[in-house]
């Protein structure tokens, strides 16, 4: 049984189908046969070249409606490895970032404790336990200053 979608085929085979039947005609008289025989095969030729022009223009009708289609695919498949490599790009990036952030915690800290330091350098020595060594009449004695004067009142000596 032929394919019900292909209309050439179909006819071919009717075709052969009705030569089928005019050679058995071919048994009469022969100028008959040969009388109905020639109109009918010229007109199966005919019709098997509009057969195949309209199988020509439909296939070229479905490749210009389909070839927006086809197209965007193409455009698809380049956008989704654009999009692939981007996303590795990002993804170095990210790491390099992480990278980068904690480095400058890491500089934050530093210079946190660097000013903490500054502000107060005792702290460094009592933070880690430490005791300063003291004189216990230190505190008593009057500071003076390098040249060995005693210092006006209000003010402590070091100047």
Do not use: C, Y
């Amino acid at each position: 049984m032929v394919d019900p979608a292909d209309p050439l085929k179909a006819w071919e085979n009717a075709i052969r189908d009705i030569g089928g039947v005019a050679a058995s005609l071919a048994s009469a008289p022969a100028g008959v046969a040969g009388d109905l025989m020639r109109p009918l095969q010229h007109q199966a030729e005919l019709l098997q070249q509009v057969l195949q022009r309209q199988l020509e223009f439909e296939r070229e009708l479905l490749n210009r409606a389909t070839a927006p289609l086809h197209t965007t695919l193409e455009l698809i498949d380049q956008a989704t490895g654009t999009l692939r490599a981007q996303a590795t790009s990002f993804r170095a990036a990210s790491t390099t970032f992480h990278q980068l952030a904690a480095l400058m915690d890491q500089q934050a800290d530093l210079l946190e404790r660097a000013g903490a330091t500054m502000r107060d350098p005792l702290a460094v020595f009592r933070s880690s336990g430490d005791q300063l060594p003291s004189d216990a009449g230190a505190s008593n004695r009057p500071i003076r200053s390098r040249s060995g004067r005693k210092p006006p009142r209000g003010q402590k000596g070091g100047a």
